[in-house]
């Protein structure tokens, strides 16, 4: 089992950054493809951005491409989506997913074994 806890969320004013972090309680982090997903209320769970287990590869959704960085360090169990440039329409809970031996290409929530229990960002205009 694995358990996923993020953190760094907050509020910030547009044009703002925040850097979120989901901590991984499992000794194989190595091993498992990472991903970050967003939802605002009414509307469904979407992709943001994903790095592989591999080369750390990263796939990142057209609406954050240029403003979000997401990594990862395998010897803190860490993955981070670092945010720039934040817009009112990136208000939303944030969360983490893993997958093990998964691929950057998986864009959809149901891809995805593990959750954590999100992080709110709010950007006000």
């Known amino acids: 089992q694995v358990q996923l806890v993020e953190s760094g969320g907050g509020l910030v004013q547009t044009g703002g950054s925040l850097r979120l972090s989901c901590a991984a309680s499992?000794?194989?982090?190595?091993?498992?493809?990472m991903a970050w997903f967003r939802q605002a209320p009414g509307k469904e769970r979407e992709f943001v951005a994903a790095?592989?287990?591999?080369?750390?590869?990263?796939t990142y959704a057209d609406s954050v491409k240029g403003r979000f960085t997401i990594s990862r360090d395998n010897a803190e169990n860490t993955v981070y989506l670092q945010m720039n440039s934040l817009k009112p329409e990136d208000t939303a809970a944030y969360y983490c997913?893993?997958?093990?031996?998964?691929?950057?290409?998986?864009?959809?929530?149901?891809?995805?074994?593990?959750w954590g229990q999100g992080t709110q960002v709010t950007v006000s205009s």
């Open positions: 997913a893993a997958k093990r031996y998964g691929s950057s290409s998986y864009k959809s929530p149901t891809a995805y074994d593990y």
């Open positions: 499992v000794r194989t982090f190595s091993t498992y493809s």
């Open positions: 790095i592989t287990w591999t080369i750390g590869a990263t």
